[in-house]
C-alpha cells in the first residue's frame, strides 16, 4: 500500500486571500506549463511578492504545478529573501517545511547580515519561533550560510563563530547544524560568489574532495556533520552536470571509503538526500508523491556503494529526508524500507525509522499503531516502549 496524498500546510489565509491565491496559481500555473526557466518562473513569483506579498508568492511556490527540474529549495530562498525585506523576523511565520525550510533560512541569514553580530545573541529565541518538526535544529542550518558569508567566507572563523550557538539543553545541536551550513555554502558561495572566489577557493581541494572534513581546523565535534554535507563536492569532481548520471553514483561512492572508519557511516548516508533530490529533480515538494518505482530507484542508487554495510548507511539516511522530523507521514519511509531487497539494509531502514519516529512523538498509542502498521502491512519488527 502506498502512501500518495501531497497535502501541504499552508499559511492562514483570509478568503479574500485564498481567492486571489487561487486565481493566482489558475494564472501561473498555465504559464509555468509552457516549461519556462528558473528565471522565469523566480520573475513571477517577484511580480506576485510585490503586488500581493511575499507571504502569498510563498504559498503559490508550494502549491504550483513547476516545470521538471526546478530547484524548489533555492526558489524558497529568493522568496524568502523578498519576505525579509518586506516583513523581517515577522515572517518566519509563514515559513514552513514545505521546501525545507528555505523561507526560514532567507530571513536568518539576512537578519545576520543585516543586523552583525547582535543576532548571535538573538538566533536561539529567533529559532525558536520557527513552525514545525526540527524546525529549531534546521534554522541554524539556514544561519551558517550566512554566517560563512558574515565572515566573508573564511572557513575557520565561520566554524568557530558556529560553536557560540551550541547550548547544553539541545546537545550543541546548534552548532553542528550551523556548521552544515556553513559546508554548503562552500560550494560556490551562494550568498556572495565574488567574496567566494576570493577567499572561500583556498580550502577547496580538487584533488580530494573531502580535504575540508580532514583539515586541522576542523574539530572533531564537527567532522560526521561536514563528511554528512560533503557529497556535492565529490560529485563536483567527477562531473559538471546538475544532475549526475546514475554511472558516476558508484565512483562518486568510493570516495568515502577514503574517509576515516568512525565517520563513513555520515559520509555514505550523505549520498542518500542527493539521490532523493536528484530523483525528485531537484523538486522536494514531491516527497508525498514517491512511488514505487522512484523509491525502488533511491534504493537501486544507495546500492551503488561499495559495501553492504555502506548501502545500510545510504538506506537509514534516506529515512531522515523521507521522514523528515515527522512532517512527512511515516508510511513514505515504511514503504521506502520495504523496496530493499538486501536484509541487512532492511532491517537498518526500519530500526532507524522507529528510532526517528519515537524521538519525534512520545504518545504511547502513536507508537503502538506505528508498530501495528509495521507489523501488519510491511511485516517487520518493531518493540512499542
Not at 80 to 95: A, K, T
Not at 233 to 245: A, G, V
Not at 320 to 329: A, D, K, M, T, V
Not at 350 to 373: G, M
Amino acid at each position: 500500500m502506498l502512501w500518495t496524498s501531497f497535502a501541504v500546510e499552508s499559511a492562514d489565509f483570509s478568503s479574500e486571500e485564498r481567492l486571489v491565491k487561487s486565481e493566482l496559481l489558475a494564472k501561473y500555473n498555465a504559464y509555468f506549463r509552457l516549461n519556462v526557466t528558473f528565471a522565469q518562473v523566480l520573475e513571477s513569483l517577484k511580480i506576485i511578492a510585490d503586488e500581493y506579498g511575499a507571504n502569498v508568492a510563498f504559498d503559490v511556490l508550494i502549491d504550483s504545478t513547476l516545470p521538471p527540474a526546478i530547484d524548489t529549495h533555492l526558489m524558497g530562498h529568493f522568496v524568502g529573501d523578498i519576505l525579509y525585506d518586506q516583513q523581517g523576523m515577522d515572517g518566519l511565520s509563514y515559513c514552513t517545511d514545505a521546501i525545507g525550510y528555505a523561507c526560514a533560512h532567507s530571513i536568518v541569514i539576512n537578519a545576520l547580515l543585516d543586523k552583525g553580530p547582535v543576532v548571535f545573541d538573538e538566533i536561539n529565541d529567533i529559532c525558536a519561533q520557527v513552525p514545525g518538526g526540527n524546525a529549531y535544529g534546521l534554522c541554524f542550518h539556514g544561519f551558517g550560510h550566512g554566517v560563512l558569508a558574515f565572515t566573508e567566507y573564511r572557513l575557520p572563523e565561520a566554524i568557530e563563530a558556529c560553536g557560540q550557538v551550541g547550548t547544553e539543553a539541545y546537545g550543541y545541536e546548534e552548532a553542528l547544524e550551523c556548521v552544515g551550513g556553513v559546508i554548503m555554502e562552500m560550494r560556490g558561495g551562494i550568498h556572495n560568489p565574488i567574496v567566494w572566489e576570493k577567499n572561500g577557493t583556498q580550502y577547496l581541494d580538487e584533488d580530494n574532495p573531502l580535504h575540508m572534513c580532514q583539515a586541522d581546523y576542523m574539530p572533531d565535534t564537527y567532522r560526521g556533520y561536514c563528511y554528512l554535507y560533503i557529497t556535492p563536492f565529490i560529485f563536483d569532481t567527477l562531473t559538471e552536470r546538475d544532475i549526475p548520471s546514475f554511472e558516476d553514483f558508484a565512483p562518486a561512492m568510493n570516495y568515502c571509503s577514503n574517509a576515516p572508519l568512525e565517520f563513513q557511516e555520515e559520509c555514505f548516508g550523505g549520498f542518500a538526500k542527493e539521490y532523493l533530490g536528484f530523483i525528485l529533480g531537484r523538486d522536494i515538494r514531491l516527497v508525498e508523491t514517491m512511488n514505487t518505482n522512484q523509491l525502488t530507484a533511491l534504493w537501486n542508487a544507495c546500492q551503488s556503494a561499495p559495501t553492504l554495510e555502506a548501502a545500510a548507511y545510504c538506506a537509514k539516511y534516506a529515512v531522515y529526508n523521507l521522514y523528515r522530523s515527522g512532517n512527512h507521514p511515516y508510511e513514505i519511509s515504511a514503504n521506502f524500507c520495504s523496496v530493499i531487497t538486501e536484509p541487512q539494509s532492511t532491517r537498518a531502514c526500519f530500526e532507524k525509522l522507529q528510532e526517528r519516529v519515537f524521538r519525534q512523538n512520545e504518545d504511547a498509542v502513536y507508537r503502538s499503531n506505528f508498530c501495528t502498521t509495521l507489523s501488519k502491512d510491511y511485516n517487520a519488527t518493531c518493540q512499542p516502549d
